[in-house]
């Protein structure tokens, strides 16, 4: 699990490899990755838009951004929390996430609040303690 609070705003992000969705032969690697948002302030606020970057393990560095996220714009009041899942593919058998949210306040003043950056690790990967 990864923490990040911005602007009295949690969020965590547990990422789960998916071997049923994976296909190591090919190349092919899929995480799912579960988000919460929590509302620690004290006045509403709403997630407008999302960016990611995510990173394969070559340094390869793609971005998404749009509006929301799961085909939502989430509003929280005080103390009230959202939760989501989705995935995320790459050709390497670990990588790299992180990004931002933009959100707005009850007043109609926006912010960022950050991902916090998680890693995407496989089974696959060999891993090296220095």
């Given at each position: 699990m990864y923490s990040a609070l911005t602007h009295d705003i949690l969020i965590t992000a547990t990422p789960a490899y998916s071997p049923e969705r994976s296909e190591p032969s090919d190349n092919r690697y899929f995480w799912t990755y579960t988000i919460e948002i929590a509302n620690r302030g004290s006045t509403r606020v709403q997630l407008l838009e999302r960016f990611w970057r995510i990173t394969d393990s070559n340094?390869?560095?793609?971005?998404?951004?749009g509006p929301g996220v799961v085909g939502e714009t989430p509003v929280l009041e005080p103390g009230e929390s959202f939760?989501?899942?989705s995935g995320c593919?790459?050709?390497?058998a670990s990588g790299l996430m992180s990004g931002s949210y933009r959100m707005i306040d009850a007043d109609g003043r926006d912010f960022d609040v950050e991902i916090p950056a998680f890693s995407l690790d496989s089974p696959?990967?060999?891993?090296?303690?220095n």
């Open positions: 340094g390869r560095l793609e971005t998404v951004a939760r989501y899942t593919g790459l050709s390497t696959m990967e060999r891993r090296v303690l």
